[in-house]
């Protein structure tokens, strides 16, 4: 019998707790029971210009809050024989994931009345707020046999978004705003394995493992609801915002019977529906081998085959009381392909092992589903050759742990993603015609005084990258002057977002045993180069170099197996984003969190 405790407390009024409890029912059937729950208050402020003329904020921003629980239940009638069973269940809301801040208006949100905001403000007019529930049943059984072991694995997991309520402009102007109180992601997996064990032909040098996979999904929203506000969307091709607004859209609403009042919407507003859902059924076909034909040399070889269908089974746009007032029937795709890798090992002494993997990746096409006036187009398929060589040792009486790595990826029709509603939609996928990745990478520990100080430790890490688009002609991006969406740009030779050129940690620890237990003290750092957000690298969507301090200092009370931990998280309350997108209206920022603090308390028990 064994069983957990653990809770937090901290800053912006946070709170976790998370509970386990393992049971035994004889000697072939055990259970256990976890629960987890957290809750933080939102770290934005809600701002309110009393000179908008838009409307006022009605509404506070929302805590994000987490709660769930799982049951696992393992039955093992016999040795060669065990079946796992799991069941969990998780319910989220919260405010931050969709909270929008612009950091800088276009010249289209200027007109509309969109206004930046400081640091850790938002001065949207339509509440973010999400809440999803994840739901999931899962099982494995495995079968010990005679030269192999077997393994059926099935997954049910049902991921519902009940309402997202998302401020497109991302501010007190009142112009678009999305809402959905249905999107679904449902999905359904099974798996069987056949795997090596150490009663097959050549287990003393053969590994191998094959099997079957198949994936069913469907997924997408039902309906998407956008809501173009009164005052703010001019219809004529030849208005002030200079046609901003296709022509399309006003001939959807000429189809629905909505009056246009001059250049301008009737002061009721607009509200289009969307519906798009995607059913996937994904085949699979997979073998690896591990060969290891001397003491000190290796071969992995191996490789996949995948078929997927992709079917957008609904698709279409209406206004209330019209749904689907126009179908789109796009036809179902068939994609397959094979990738194969190939690994060579080599050992030198005990403690050391280099290595050379080459590889080959697939990511499927998809449509894309929001899509307001044009058909849903395809993104074609991704594919990635990988090439890695690297060495893993220990030196110095293993007192010293080494990863290091030089790597390169080759990728042709990179996904890459942008957001716009004047393009036909909102979110919205593209391909890049080709891209590369590549640089080194280490992580060490270290005890550097096993003999003197065996509780001293140091972890440090670097990654030194060069992502970029070898080739992005006819790239989808946005006039920085005056915010109109571009499709005929060219992003060759840009940075791949979300890449830092020099990345890196260090961490320092120090465990001190004491009569009843011990105490142990760290502190860590890391550092990243300046990363952009978006395809086009402009510097408004960008985060430069930082670096955050985090340490932690905990005391363990070994009689009872009880810890309290005093943690800080950027003790330098260093201020830096962590995501941005570049609108039609403009540039949002979301910034990461400010200094957090806390303590946590974690209890073991056994009995």
């Known amino acids: 019998n064994e069983a957990s405790i653990d809770a937090e407390r901290g800053n912006f009024q946070s709170r976790k707790a998370k509970a386990y409890i393992n049971l035994p029912f004889g000697d072939s059937l055990a259970a256990n029971v976890s629960g987890i729950y957290s809750s933080r208050a ?3 402020d809600l701002v309110d210009d009393p000179n908008d003329l838009q409307p006022r904020q009605t509404f506070s921003l929302a805590d994000d809050v987490t709660k769930g629980g799982r049951v696992k239940v393992l039955w093992q009638p016999w040795s060669e024989f065990k079946l796992e069973l799991a069941a969990y269940s998780l319910h989220q809301t919260g405010s931050t994931g969709v909270l929008a801040a612009v950091k800088e208006p276009s010249l289209i949100g200027t007109f509309f009345g969109v206004r930046a ?3 850790y403000q938002t001065n949207v007019n339509t509440e973010p707020l999400s809440e999803v529930d994840n739901d999931a049943v899962y099982g494995t059984a495995t079968w010990n046999l005679d030269g192999f072991e077997t393994k059926l694995l099935y997954g049910r997991q049902s991921i519902i978004t009940r309402n997202i309520q998302y401020d497109f402009d991302g501010s007190q102007a009142d112009v678009v705003a999305f809402t959905t109180r249905n999107a679904p992601n449902r999905l359904q997996t099974a798996e069987l394995q056949l795997v090596s064990n150490e009663t097959g032909w050549g287990a003393d040098w053969l590994d191998w493992a094959t099997g079957v996979y198949y994936l069913h999904q469907e997924a997408g929203y ?8 009164p005052r703010s969307v001019n219809l004529t091709p030849d208005g002030p915002v200079l046609g901003a607004v296709p022509p399309q859209l006003a001939n959807l609403l000429n189809l629905a019977g909505i009056p246009v009042v001059g250049p301008l919407i009737d002061t009721a507003g607009v509200r289009v529906l969307i519906n798009g859902l995607l059913e996937t059924n994904s ?10 034909f001397t003491d000190w040399f290796g071969v992995t070889a191996g490789g996949r085959y995948t078929r997927e269908d992709r079917f957008l089974f609904a698709s279409d746009v209406g206004v209330p009381g019209q749904e689907g007032l126009i179908r789109y029937n796009q036809p179902k795709v068939v994609q397959n392909n094979f990738s194969p890798k190939l690994s060579l090992n080599f050992r030198v002494g005990e403690d050391t092992l280099a290595y050379a993997i080459w590889t080959q990746g697939f990511k499927s096409g998809s449509y894309n589903i929001v899509s307001i006036y044009t058909p849903p187009d395809y993104v074609d398929p991704e594919k990635a050759t990988a090439y890695e060589i690297g060495l893993k040792t220990l030196m110095f009486d293993r007192a ?3 990863n290091a790595a030089i790597f390169r990826t080759d990728i042709d029709n990179l996904q890459e993603q942008y957001v716009s509603l004047l393009a036909g939609g909102a979110v919205r996928v593209e391909n890049a015609a080709s891209a590369r990745s590549q640089g080194a990478e280490f992580d060490v520990v270290w005890t550097p005084l ?3 100080n065996p509780g001293f430790a140091v972890t440090a890490g670097a990654t030194v990258l060069d992502a970029t688009y070898t080739s992005y002609p006819n790239a989808s991006g946005f006039d920085e002057s005056t915010g109109l969406i571009s499709q005929n740009l060219d992003f060759t030779d840009n940075e791949i977002p979300r ?3 020099v990345s890196g940690n260090l961490a320092l620890s120090q465990t001190i045993e004491t009569a009843s237990g011990s105490v142990e003290a760290s502190v860590d750092t890391y550092y990243s180069d300046r990363v952009y957000f978006t395809n086009q690298n402009t510097e408004v969507a960008s985060q430069g170099a930082y670096q955050l301090f985090n340490a932690r200092l905990s005391w363990l009370y070994a009689p009872w197996d009880l810890r309290v931990t005093l943690f800080g998280q950027n003790l330098s309350d260093k201020t830096y984003a962590n995501t941005s997108s570049t609108l039609d209206f403009g540039t949002t920022l979301t910034l990461a969190l400010p200094r957090t603090y806390g303590l946590r308390l974690q209890w073991d028990l056994g009995w």
């Open 117 to 119: 905001v400081g640091d």
């Open 222 to 229: 039902d309906p998407l609801d956008v809501k173009v506000a």
């Open 400 to 402: 010293l742990q080494l």
């Open 42 to 44: 939102n770290y934005y």
């Open 499 to 501: 890449a830092p050129k």
């Open 283 to 292: 085949y699979s076909a997979y073998l690896q081998t591990t060969a290891n």
């Open 450 to 452: 096993p003999n003197i």
